[in-house]
């Protein structure tokens, strides 16, 4: 199967224009660098707190958590996190 691919991919480079094709032919393979998916978003060290808020800051941060597609609690990290690192001048 693969090698029908791979020969249908080079017919329809064949009868592409002379300067695509060309380009294909001498495009130089570049080895995968990315990162894998585990690594792109990197485990902090939390700690688990109970906290309590006012009504009003839950339900904003729940409203503008549901428009992102995201839990409320990592809105209210990252704050913490940026108010954190903008006073105490840590990351």
Do not use: C, H, W
Not at 7 to 15: I, L, S, T
């Amino acid at each position: 199967m693969r090698k029908t691919r791979v020969r249908e991919a080079q017919a329809r480079y064949a009868m592409a224009p002379d300067g695509v094709a060309t380009a294909i032919d001498e495009a130089e393979v570049v080895a995968d660098f990315l990162p894998p998916p585990e690594m792109l978003v990197p485990k902090e060290d939390t700690v688990k707190v109970t906290l309590n808020l006012s009504r009003r800051s839950v339900e904003f941060f729940k409203e503008q958590a549901a428009r992102q597609g995201v839990p409320y609690q990592q809105m209210v990290r990252r704050i913490l996190n940026l108010y954190t690192q903008r006073y105490a001048g840590k990351g």
